[in-house]
């Protein structure tokens, strides 16, 4: 059998010549032979992991090093560190990275129920970006800021470290409603004014869900003036699009022109190209980015690694029948003057993805619908002799229209080049829950715990599509310096000591479609803040703090 380092060598990651270090095994500064008396060492740092293969999140291969950690800080990285830590960890064999930095996630929602973000930390990730889909905790006004909304996560003592961009859509629906109309002259000085008050306090960006409401009705002069806040910082517009499937390249040209005419980098969220029919339009998607970077714009993109997408299940259903919030929505739904059209817009949408049983129910308000959760929409609607497009409608009047679904509609090749582009980045897309406690409700999607080992094993090691330094990279530093965590995403000294330590001959995902609820494995040690949270399956104290674009 291929040992862990006979795997790293084999794949051209680590130097040939091997860095003979002293190994001290777990948390331990006694030192002792069998034929001597045991001797205390006196520690000088807090943390050394010794031995491991390093990768400092720069993209190069890794080498046999030293790491060490003191008062929350990375201080030496080094063939050999002879100063003895408090605690030691043994990484012979392993990989050694900068802690992962998700880029897109929405754990905040679960972080008051429960701070331990299980499903995000075991899978090695410090770091999570929230505010995504334009969709804060937050709005920026007075009374609701960004230093507020950091003081009550502080609160919680989150076990990962929590950075957050400002929502447009929360800022929409704070000034102007869930209605369809222009924004006036003076609204539009109000909501630049959030933005910009949000940025000062540490907001790393500003987001956009333009398939959703209220954020939907927002113009492309809107969205210019909501951005230009952002353009002296050099922080990101980050945009799920207006359309993923057949507008998605006018809806890529419309996010580069928002980006241009607002002055700021642009970060496509979660590319990808929903439908068989859309799966060819990859080479035009990426070329789109490569011309906007050609000219001169800061621009990137984000994927996770699933064939299958999550939102609500109003998404089947026209923008248009949403305006003015879930009453009117409902109200429509059953007007003769509006439900046909509904119907027949909603029916091409599932089309478009292949069906009903490409439809998976999430997650539920009511009791009476509990069962639906992890179904196939369709193979549930024929268990009940009902009509699916019926049983979806009268699943959304049921729950107010609160329903989660898992959409199937994308193409596993597309996966390999996205992960690969030099332009993109890893992202996960999913919340923060646990195997237990309050947040383990509905069926999620399983990217919620297993996005990052799941590039590493499938996407790296099985299908081969990016090597490791890459893949790390993209988890690392690429996002740290997208979103301005200026003292995150590599190892070296003065860096945060955020770290995290795997086996990348074994490190996969076990999270599935049918069973969400299981955490990774092959994610030995997790770091943050230089204290250890999670060693060999074992949550320990929690470290996570607030982080602010500097």
Same mark, same amino acid.
Request: proline residues 5%; positive net charge.
């Given at each position: 059998?291929?040992?862990?380092?006979?795997?790293?060598?084999?794949?051209?990651?680590?130097?040939? +010549?091997?860095?003979?270090a002293?190994?001290?095994g777990?948390?331990?500064?006694?030192?002792?032979?069998?034929?001597?008396?045991?001797?205390?060492?006196?520690?000088?740092?807090d943390?050394?992991?010794?031995?491991?293969t390093?990768?400092?999140?720069?993209?190069?291969?890794?080498?046999?090093?030293?790491?060490?950690?003191?008062?929350?800080?990375?201080?030496?990285?080094?063939?050999?560190?002879?100063?003895?830590?408090?605690e030691?960890?043994?990484?012979?064999?392993?990989?050694v990275?900068?802690?992962f930095?998700?880029i897109?996630?929405?754990?905040?929602?679960?972080l008051?129920?429960?701070?331990r973000a299980?499903?995000?930390?075991?899978?090695?990730?410090?770091?999570?970006?929230?505010?995504?889909?334009?969709?804060?905790?937050?709005?920026?006004?007075?009374?609701?800021?960004?230093?507020?909304?950091?003081?009550?996560?502080?609160?919680?003592?989150?076990?990962?470290?929590? +950075?957050?961009?400002?929502g447009?859509?929360?800022?929409?629906g704070?000034?102007?409603?869930?209605?369809?109309?222009?924004?006036?002259?003076?609204?539009?000085?109000?909501m630049a004014?959030?933005?910009?008050?949000?940025?000062?306090?540490?907001?790393?960006?500003?987001s956009?869900?333009?398939e959703?409401?209220?954020g939907a009705?927002?113009?492309?002069?809107?969205?210019?003036?909501?951005?230009?806040?952002?353009?002296?910082?050099?922080?990101p517009?980050?945009?799920h699009?207006?359309?993923?499937?057949?507008?998605?390249?006018e809806?890529i040209?419309?996010?580069?022109?928002?980006?241009?005419?607002?002055?700021?980098p642009?970060?496509?969220?979660?590319?990808?190209?929903?439908?068989?029919r859309?799966?060819?339009?990859?080479?035009?998607?990426?070329a789109?980015?490569?011309?906007?970077r050609?000219?001169?714009?800061?621009?990137?993109?984000?994927?996770?690694?699933?064939?299958a997408?999550?939102?609500?299940?109003?998404?089947?259903?026209?923008v248009?029948?949403?305006?003015?919030?879930?009453?009117?929505?409902?109200?429509?739904l059953?007007?003769?003057?509006?439900?046909s059209?509904?119907?027949?817009?909603?029916?091409?949408?599932?089309?478009?993805?292949?069906?009903?049983?490409?439809?998976?129910?999430?997650?539920?308000?009511?009791?009476e619908?509990?069962?639906?959760e992890?179904?196939?929409?369709?193979?549930?609607?024929?268990?009940?002799?009902?009509?699916?497009?019926?049983? +979806?409608?009268g699943?959304?009047?049921?729950?107010?229209?609160?329903?989660?679904?898992?959409?199937?509609?994308?193409?596993?090749?597309?996966?390999?080049?996205?992960?690969a582009?030099?332009?993109?980045?890893?992202?996960?897309?999913?919340? +923060?829950?646990?195997?237990?406690?309050?947040?383990?409700?509905?069926?999620?999607?399983?990217?919620?715990?297993?996005?990052?080992?799941?590039v590493?094993?499938?996407?790296?090691?099985?299908?081969?599509?990016?090597?490791?330094a890459?893949?790390?990279?993209?988890?690392?530093?690429?996002?740290?310096?997208?979103?301005?965590?200026?003292d995150?995403?590599?190892l070296?000294?003065?860096?945060?000591?955020?770290?995290?330590?795997?086996?990348p001959?074994?490190?996969?995902?076990?999270?599935t479609?049918?069973?969400p609820?299981?955490?990774?494995v092959?994610?030995?040690?997790?770091?943050?803040?230089?204290?250890?949270?999670?060693?060999?399956?074992?949550?320990?104290?929690?470290?996570?703090?607030?982080?602010?674009?500097?």
């Amino acid at each position: 059998m291929t040992s862990r380092r006979e795997f790293l060598r084999a794949t051209g990651l680590l130097s040939a +010549a091997p860095v003979v270090a002293p190994m001290l095994g777990t948390a331990s500064t006694t030192v002792s032979r069998a034929d001597a008396p045991r001797r205390t060492v006196r520690a000088t740092v807090d943390l050394v992991v010794r031995g491991g293969t390093v990768f400092d999140g720069t993209g190069t291969n890794g080498r046999e090093m030293d790491v060490a950690l003191h008062q929350g800080r990375v201080v030496q990285v080094a063939a050999r560190i002879t100063d003895r830590g408090t605690e030691e960890i043994d990484a012979r064999g392993l990989a050694v990275a900068p802690g992962f930095i998700d880029i897109h996630s929405h754990g905040d929602g679960s972080l008051r129920e429960d701070p331990r973000a299980e499903s995000a930390i075991r899978q090695g990730i410090t770091t999570i970006v929230v505010g995504a889909d334009g969709s804060s905790r937050f709005t920026g006004d007075v009374g609701d800021s960004f230093t507020e909304w950091a003081a009550r996560t502080a609160d919680y003592k989150p076990s990962v470290n929590v +950075a957050s961009m400002i929502g447009l859509g929360t800022v929409r629906g704070k000034v102007i409603g869930e209605v369809d109309r222009k924004a006036t002259a003076a609204e539009l000085t109000r909501m630049a004014g959030m933005v910009a008050r949000a940025v000062g306090q540490g907001a790393c960006g500003a987001s956009t869900g333009l398939e959703y409401t209220p954020g939907a009705f927002a113009s492309r002069d809107e969205l210019i003036a909501l951005c230009k806040p952002l353009a002296a910082a050099r922080l990101p517009y980050a945009t799920h699009m207006r359309n993923e499937d057949d507008e998605l390249l006018e809806a890529i040209d419309e996010s580069i022109a928002v980006a241009r005419g607002a002055g700021c980098p642009l970060q496509i969220s979660h590319l990808k190209m929903q439908g068989t029919r859309n799966w060819p339009k990859i080479d035009a998607s990426l070329a789109r980015v490569a011309a906007a970077r050609a000219s001169g714009m800061d621009a990137w993109f984000d994927v996770y690694p699933y064939v299958a997408y999550a939102t609500g299940l109003t998404n089947l259903f026209p923008v248009w029948a949403r305006d003015g919030g879930t009453p009117a929505f409902l109200a429509r739904l059953d007007s003769a003057a509006t439900s046909s059209r509904i119907r027949t817009e909603a029916l091409g949408k599932v089309e478009l993805i292949g069906g009903w049983d490409n439809v998976q129910i999430s997650r539920v308000s009511a009791a009476e619908d509990r069962d639906a959760e992890g179904k196939r929409l369709g193979a549930w609607a024929q268990a009940r002799g009902v009509d699916p497009y019926e049983a +979806a409608v009268g699943l959304l009047r049921r729950n107010r229209a609160d329903v989660g679904m898992l959409g199937f509609a994308m193409s596993e090749e597309n996966l390999d080049r996205l992960l690969a582009h030099e332009f993109g980045m890893v992202c996960s897309d999913g919340g +923060a829950f646990a195997i237990d406690g309050p947040t383990r409700r509905g069926s999620p999607h399983p990217r919620g715990a297993g996005t990052f080992p799941r590039v590493l094993g499938r996407y790296v090691r099985e299908r081969k599509a990016l090597s490791l330094a890459s893949a790390i990279h993209k988890m690392s530093a690429r996002p740290a310096a997208r979103v301005h965590l200026r003292d995150r995403g590599t190892l070296a000294p003065r860096m945060a000591g955020d770290l995290v330590v795997f086996d990348p001959s074994t490190v996969a995902d076990t999270a599935t479609f049918a069973n969400p609820f299981q955490y990774p494995v092959g994610i030995r040690t997790v770091v943050v803040n230089g204290r250890v949270a999670v060693r060999e399956g074992q949550h320990l104290a929690p470290a996570g703090q607030v982080l602010r674009a500097t």
